[in-house]
């Protein structure tokens, strides 16, 4: 690690130019931002609400985001990404604590989710070129976890990105025939798409994968927009769930910035409603479509039993233009919340949601009463589908049952 950084430079790629946005500065943990004349020409606003375009210098308090505005927060990758990071730090003898929030964002440099880069760009260098196993990078993935070399940390750091989530992940390039995979956090060979892959944690299970596979499937029949996904054959197990990033579309790149980043909510202290999702969608992107498209995401998730569905798991996508949309649904899998409520409630309702809840929500947001009906009709119907396709994707009786049992 080099030594730490007190300035950075931040730019915004959409796949031509870096196009010059402002930059960070570190005085006394303190961190400060200042917006680039060019930038506020544009009016190209990457986080409308907590950090608007103006002139002169701002800071934000330390919580929740370490003295970070959310949008850059959101480059940051946390869970899995951010133990291997403090893992390479002990293995070169320095404390995580140690290390400032702009030592990690350098570290995301030019290649982060999104759109968003940071300048200098310490990012892995190093990085194999040549085609990998997906076998290979999950035993890589588990003997981290339980301790392991620094050469290996090395290797899925550079495949990271700047990734979310508490799962091991790993971004890679997939071939139209699904049966080359190469390292996908940079630039990519010709014929190849960037997708994010996910290996089990030592709770989840073998069927993790096929089990989030199925949700995806069922969630797209449920009418909720969807990410290409893909079922990747595992040596144990029934297989790693990945899916084509929303983030690039060929050469070009969007800008990405959660709920949790454009609120400044900590997902960690859950304290969010679907009703304030779909006024925020309605706020930001201005189309009554897009507002739909998060009612049908609220819809799956609470009678899917999705219950982690906290304020990073909710994502919107920012083009060159300033226009915002919502991003595809992502991590849709049957899970536990807070105590086994729902993280974002519905209506106040948190502990039991159920049609009574989500019939208000939608006709409150300006949905007609037709619509809604005909969504949660849909998600019950896709959601009918569970025992048959978990069967035919190897998912264990055990979990067919306990997830048939939550979705009857």
């Given at each position: 690690m080099k030594r730490p950084i007190t300035e950075l430079k931040v730019g915004l790629d959409f796949g031509s130019k870096i196009l010059p946005v402002g930059r960070l500065a570190m005085r006394d943990h303190t961190v400060y931002f200042e917006y680039q004349a060019s930038i506020i020409q544009t009016r190209l606003e990457i986080s409308p609400l907590r950090l608007p375009i103006k002139t002169g210098v701002t800071a934000f308090k330390a919580r929740p985001f370490e003295g970070l505005a959310g949008v850059f927060s959101d480059s940051l990758p946390d869970g899995w990404g951010r133990l291997l990071f403090d893992r390479l730090l002990r293995s070169q003898n320095m404390l995580p604590s140690d290390i400032t929030p702009l030592d990690r964002l350098a570290y995301v440099g030019f290649h982060g989710m999104g759109a968003l880069v940071y300048e200098p760009d310490y990012s892995p260098s190093d990085v194999k070129d040549g085609l990998i196993d997906l076998d290979h990078l999950a035993q890589q993935a588990g003997e981290v976890l339980t301790g392991s070399s620094e050469e290996i940390i090395q290797e899925l750091l550079s495949l990271n990105g700047s990734s979310a989530g508490a799962r091991p992940k790993a971004l890679i390039g997939v071939d139209e025939t699904?049966?080359?995979?190469?390292?996908?956090?940079k630039q990519l060979a010709q014929g190849f798409e960037p997708w994010l892959v996910k290996f089990p944690n030592s709770q989840d299970g073998l069927d993790s994968g096929a089990i989030e596979?199925?949700?995806?499937?069922?969630?797209?029949?449920?009418?909720?927009?969807?990410?290409?996904?893909?079922?990747?054959?595992?040596?144990?197990?029934?297989?790693?769930?990945?899916?084509?990033?929303?983030?690039?579309?060929?050469?070009?790149?969007?800008?990405?910035?959660?709920?949790?980043?454009?609120?400044?909510?900590?997902?960690?202290?859950?304290?969010?409603?679907?009703?304030?999702?779909?006024?925020?969608?309605?706020?930001?992107?201005?189309?009554?479509?897009?507002?739909?498209?998060?009612?049908?995401?609220?819809?799956f998730n609470v009678l899917a039993h999705n219950r982690d569905d906290h304020a990073k798991n909710f994502s919107f996508l920012m083009d060159e233009k300033g226009e915002w949309k919502l991003s595809p649904a992502?991590?849709?899998?049957?899970?536990?919340?807070?105590?086994?409520?729902?993280?974002?409630?519905?209506?106040?309702?948190?502990?039991?949601?159920?049609?009574?809840q989500l019939v208000k929500l939608g006709l409150e947001a300006g949905l007609s009463k037709a619509l809604v009906e005909e969504c949660i009709a849909q998600t019950r119907s896709a959601l009918g589908l569970w025992k048959t396709l978990a069967k035919e994707y190897g998912v264990s009786q055990s979990n067919i049952d306990l997830i048939n049992k939550r979705l009857a």
């Open positions: 699904r049966q080359n995979i190469s390292h996908g956090a596979y199925v949700y995806a499937l069922m969630a797209k029949d449920a009418g909720v927009v969807m990410s290409e996904a893909y079922l990747f054959t595992a040596s144990k197990g029934s297989g790693y769930f990945a899916a084509k990033r929303f983030d690039r579309d060929g050469t070009k790149r969007y800008h990405m910035h959660t709920v949790s980043g454009l609120l400044h909510s900590d997902f960690r202290t859950p304290s969010l409603d679907y009703e304030d999702l779909l006024m925020l969608t309605a706020q930001l992107t201005k189309d009554i479509r897009e507002v739909e498209k998060m009612y049908r995401l609220a819809v992502y991590d849709l899998t049957f899970s536990n919340g807070p105590g086994g409520e729902q993280s974002t409630m519905v209506m106040g309702e948190g502990r039991i949601p159920g049609d009574k």
